[in-house]
């Protein structure tokens, strides 16, 4: 089973060398400290930043340079800074080649619920409709069960959703799925854990595909 540091390293090699990233608040944001040192990639912040490199180190923190989950972060050289309208025209544009966000819910059909629940306060729900509505490639991280053990991989959701039909890939504690015409197919589970454990987690309808190999972390 992975913890969230091993979820972000996972999603890491999916990113390839040229993309232009943009990082959701949370798993996602750790993504950037797993990528590759010998490929080139650019990380977008909605914000208002496009050049992130990885987390500061401890006492090296500057609290002007954030991203959009307010976390204190580096820029890489050659990073520029703009305004919020500029950088959404960049991602309603599709100039973005891989989203990662954090989920609370997935469905079987690619639905995305990660913005609201019903009756807790929110701040807003920030960049994510724009980011789900206009991504062509979008990649979940997020735990496979609730605090409560309940499956956050649904056959539908019933949080409201951000996005539907739009997900392509979900990274998980527990597995690696893509999403199908069929449901969830299941890629790769993680260390230490068995088919039967991500089956007995997941809700929607799991595909199991022939030859599921172990994670490589």
């Keep these: ?15 390839e060398d040229g993309y232009y990233v943009n990082l959701g608040i949370g798993i996602p ?38 991203n959009a989950g307010k976390q204190t972060i580096t820029a890489l050289p050659g990073a520029s800074f703009f305004d919020s309208a500029t950088s959404f025209t960049m991602i309603r544009g599709k100039h973005v080649d891989l ?27 920030g960049g994510a409709m724009d980011l789900v509505a206009s991504a062509e490639n979008i990649i979940v991280a997020m735990m496979h069960t609730n605090r409560a053990g309940e499956s956050k991989l649904l056959k539908r959701c019933s949080l409201p959703l951000t ?22 197919l299941l890629l790769e589970r993680a260390p230490g854990v068995s088919i039967e454990e991500i089956k007995m987690a997941t809700e929607g309808k799991l595909v199991v595909s022939d030859g599921v190999k172990e994670m490589s972390v």
Excluded: H
């Excluded at 089973?1 to 990113?15: F, S, T």
């Excluded at 966000?101 to 929110?122: Q, R, S, T, Y």
């Design 1 to 15: 089973m992975l913890d969230k540091n091993g979820i972000a390293k996972r999603i890491a090699q999916e990113v």
């Design 29 to 66: 944001t750790l993504v950037a400290n797993y990528v590759r040192d010998d490929i080139s990639v650019e990380f977008q912040s909605e914000n208002g930043i496009l050049g992130m490199g990885p987390f500061p180190i401890d006492g090296e923190e500057d609290a002007d340079l954030i």
């Design 99 to 125: 989203t990662i966000l954090g989920a609370m819910e997935v469905a079987e059909n690619g639905d995305i619920a990660n913005w609201k629940i019903p009756g807790k306060m929110v701040k807003g729900m």
């Design 163 to 184: 996005g539907v039909g739009c997900v392509k890939k979900i990274v998980t504690n527990l597995a690696v799925l893509e999403v199908t015409e069929e449901g969830f």
